[in-house]
């Protein structure tokens, strides 16, 4: 019997933070977050404030979480070969690349709206993490951040509305991310 309740706290408690996910995401859509308000979140998720507040400790909260449950959607879809061309072949790496972005794109552009800078900065560091595989080498550390840094704030500037010619901005990348990890 307590296995059975505890099913259906575990489903209540799921589908409590899907609605809240959902509603959050509907309110980002048309506001910053720091427009959102708990009230207004709460009452078209159709639940209190205490219970956003059991799961949540602020909007921020919620925004980092719902963020960072994005950015491992799409670091999931790298596999370990994906990450080992970033270091032998960056031309095939990077169109890779932006498949897992633009998969993820409608939640990216949502959750990043008016915080792009923190969203692309939390990408890039899990990135970084991912390349470098549980090393502690600074060195190694730095250069990666400044390469994926650079990858990722072009491949977002250049999709983003901006007209361009994508063999050229992937051959450039391709050619600087080269350089760099070779050296």
């Excluded at 063999?167 to 080269?178: G, Y």
Aim: aromatic share 10%; with cysteine.
């Amino acid at each position: 019997m307590q296995q059975n309740t505890q099913k259906k706290e575990d489903l209540r408690v799921l589908r409590t933070r899907q609605k809240i996910y959902r509603c959050f995401l509907d309110l980002r859509r048309k506001k910053p977050i720091e427009e959102i308000r708990i009230t207004d979140l709460c009452e078209k998720a159709g639940i209190n404030r205490a219970t956003f507040y059991h799961h949540y400790e602020d909007i921020y909260a919620l925004s980092d979480e719902m963020e960072y449950s994005v950015i491992e959607r799409y670091q999931q879809k790298l596999t370990k070969e994906d990450v080992e061309m970033f270091f032998s072949e960056p031309d095939q790496f990077l169109p890779r690349l932006e498949d897992v972005i633009n998969s993820e794109r409608t939640d990216i552009e949502i959750l990043s709206n008016g915080r792009k800078a923190v969203m692309y900065s939390k990408m890039e560091e899990k990135l970084v993490d991912l390349l470098m595989a549980g090393e502690e080498d600074e060195r190694k550390r730095i250069t990666l951040t400044y390469a994926v840094g650079g990858a990722i704030h072009v491949i977002y500037f250049y999709s983003s509305g901006r007209s361009y010619d994508t063999e050229l901005l992937r051959e450039m990348i391709c050619s600087m991310v080269l350089r760099i990890v070779k050296e």
